[in-house]
């Protein structure tokens, strides 16, 4: 049965970090490949990045310069690190399997940015 | 980046209705070689994360209800509810995978009438 679970802070002050962890069971990840999406409220879905099963990475071109996504395989964990946060990047944030389209899907982290 | 338009925003429906949605993308999606769109949609119920319901334009995902249709080719896609249930009250989102970035559209919403 696969499983993805995104953890991380709830909250994060303007101009911070942001650090989120996806836990993934029942599949492999050198063999799959893992995106981040996120949602501000009440509106839609934003693809940010992924990680391949190779290890490569590739970004939303309009968040690229605050983004990076890594992984540790053997905890079968997939990590977002974004800098500098702002107001706007208050949203749901998911961890999805990315085969092509995306077929496996978290339960979402809520991520407010308030001082 | 492809750009992917679906209309309506919103659309109000009675139970047992047959509704169909609209998705356009900005480029064909069609890839010559193995002749597939790269085309997905996702349901998403409040409070829940999206859920694939169908890829590759019209194959729909394992356990997803046979009213769920998918339909179309190249920049227009379709999808097809055949009789509404009340569990179908959602918003339903396109996505493109053809190329990167992967990108949605704006959503449809089904509310009742």
């Known amino acids: 049965q696969v499983q993805l679970k995104e953890s991380g802070p709830g909250l994060v002050q303007p101009s911070q970090t942001l650090s989120l962890t996806c836990t993934v069971s029942g599949l492999s990840l050198t063999s799959n490949s893992v995106s981040w999406i996120r949602q501000p409220p009440g509106k839609g879905l934003e693809w940010m990045g992924v990680?391949?099963?190779?290890?490569?990475?590739d970004y939303n071109s309009a968040i690229k310069s605050r983004l990076s996504i890594s992984r540790d395989t053997s905890k079968s964990q997939v990590f977002l690190k974004m800098n500098s946060l702002q107001t706007e990047d208050t949203a749901m944030y998911f961890c999805a399997n990315t085969p092509g389209d995306f077929d496996y899907w978290g339960q979402g982290v809520m991520v407010t940015v308030s001082s | 980046d492809i750009v992917m338009t679906q209309t309506p925003s919103s659309q109000a429906v009675s139970a047992g209705e047959k509704v169909t949605m609209s998705c356009k993308s900005s480029?064909?999606?069609?890839?010559?070689?193995?002749?597939?769109?790269?085309l997905a949609w996702y349901q998403q119920k409040p409070g829940q994360s999206p859920k694939l319901l169908i890829s590759?334009?019209?194959t729909r995902e394992s356990g997803v209800p046979d009213r769920f249709i998918g339909s179309g080719s190249g920049t227009d896609f379709t999808l097809t509810i055949s009789s509404v249930q009340a569990e179908d009250l959602a918003v339903y989102y396109c996505?493109?995978?053809?190329?990167?970035?992967?990108?949605f559209g704006g959503g449809t919403k089904l509310e009742l009438k």
């Open positions: 990680i391949w099963s190779n290890g490569g990475t």
């Open positions: 480029q064909s999606l069609l890839y010559s070689e193995n002749k597939k769109n790269y």
């Open positions: 996505e493109q995978y053809y190329d990167t970035p992967p990108t």
């Open positions: 590759w334009a019209s």
